[in-house]
């Protein structure tokens, strides 16, 4: 695995403990043959020294808009020319404020304006600094600009403190900065939404109606549309797997009306939405506000009433460019029904499951799946990963 070398790399560097923790980085990004040229803003010189910097990366660190001997200007603009990706590890709350607000009074701050290449920030601070309301929204604007956030760790701080803020390993950083050099990047620029996992319908406060589905499909989506490229949110029902790219934002939900109302919002901002939950076709029509004891009801009685039809919803208020793909799990009359649907949920594609096929389906790790398209063609394949088929079906999105 390298896919660094002799990529041009800037790191910035802020004002911050986990600042040490940018040398072994620096190490890396150089032992795998890239070409780094660290920024570094005036508070991060008292963490760490240019000279060690410089070093190791066989180049003077940049600090100042001018060299103090030479009078030599440093430009920010050929800096961020130069940059097939610029990484700001550790970014402090101050520099993250700085850069979504444009305040450009340092070199860091003026070369992340003027970067045309993917900026990547890697936070690091005490757990009250990252929670604060100021903070997320700050890390939310910079979602927005197309910054990928390497969200931090919980674990042990520098205050001693324990929660999230501890920056990223710097191995794990690495392998983000790998595996964006690594894929092919046809869905840049694009913003997909996937539905993943199953949903909870709650009966009581402990009990709910659910469904098998593990979100494995749904995650698997989100992973090969943002390794290339994409800006991609899961709105997810209640699973145990965790999005690995942190290009991917996830919305959690619990029900089917919940996951509509997230979906709603974000459908109309997408180019692609995969509907990929196996949202429950029913919630129970009261839910009891104290836990159901068998002490007291001998025989309770659940009445069912309709879910809303998420992918039928957005069929509805879908727009000129915009691609809507569904999936389809059946036991029998597999294309009659996968047509059916397609035709009904207005979708452009969708993606049929049998649950005849061994290793295909919910839990496992592989499936095997049949793709039909709106103009009735169809496309099968042979039992596969999850991610081999999540592959197949961004190929047959973009061949529409
Ligand atoms: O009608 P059926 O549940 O078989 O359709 C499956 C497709 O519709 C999947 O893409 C699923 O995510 C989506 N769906 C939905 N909302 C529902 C039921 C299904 O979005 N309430």
Not at 60 to 72: C, H, L, Y
Not at 166 to 188: A, G, N, T, W
Not at 211 to 237: D, F
């Amino acid at each position: 695995m390298n896919n660094l070398k002799g990529k041009h790399i800037v790191l910035g560097i802020c004002g911050g403990i986990a600042a040490y923790k940018s040398v072994s980085l620096l190490r890396l990004l150089v032992k795998a043959g890239a070409e780094v040229q660290v920024v570094i803003t005036p508070a991060g010189k008292e963490f760490i020294t240019p000279v060690t910097l410089s070093a190791l990366s066989q180049k003077p660190v940049v600090s100042e808009f001018f060299t103090a001997n030479t009078g030599q200007w440093n430009s920010h603009v050929d800096l961020g020319l130069w940059a097939d990706c610029m990484v700001i590890a550790p970014a402090t709350a101050s520099t993250i404020g700085k850069m979504a607000h444009g305040i450009a009074d340092n070199m860091l701050v003026t070369t992340y304006l003027s970067a045309k290449s993917q900026v990547f920030v890697a936070p690091a601070m005490d757990l009250d600094m990252m929670a604060h309301p100021s903070t997320t929204a700050n890390l939310e604007l910079l979602r927005n600009y197309g910054n990928i956030i390497i969200e931090p760790e919980s674990g042990e701080l520098a205050s001693g403190l324990v929660g999230k803020g501890r920056m990223e390993e710097p191995e794990k950083i690495f392998e983000v900065l790998d595996r964006f050099f690594s894929s092919k990047r046809d869905l840049e620029g694009k913003k997909v939404l996937i539905t993943a996992g199953p949903t909870h319908e709650k009966i009581d406060p402990v009990r709910f109606i659910g469904n098998h589905s593990s979100g494995k499909m749904g995650y698997a989506l989100a992973e090969e549309c943002a390794a290339r490229g994409a800006e991609v949110t899961i709105v997810s029902g209640p699973v145990s797997v965790k999005a690995a790219n942190p290009a991917i934002r996830v919305v959690p939900v619990e029900s089917a009306r919940e996951m509509l109302a997230a979906c709603e919002e974000v459908f109309p901002h997408v180019d692609i939405a995969i509907m990929c939950a196996a949202v429950a076709d029913y919630a129970p029509r009261d839910v009891y506000d104290h836990k159901i004891k068998r002490e007291h009801i001998d025989a309770p009685v659940i009445h069912l009433v309709k879910n809303p039809d998420i992918a039928a919803t957005l069929g509805k208020s879908k727009r000129e460019g915009q691609l809507l793909i569904g999936f389809a799990l059946e036991t029998d009359n597999e294309f009659g029904n996968a047509e059916e649907k397609l035709a009904r949920k207005n979708l452009d594609m969708i993606v049929l499951n049998s649950m005849r096929d061994k290793g295909a389906c919910f839990g496992t790790d592989t499936n095997k799946v049949s793709i039909i398209r709106a103009d009735g063609t169809t496309l099968d394949f042979g039992l596969k990963s999850k991610r081999e088929v999540a592959a197949d079906i961004i190929d047959a999105v973009l061949s529409l």
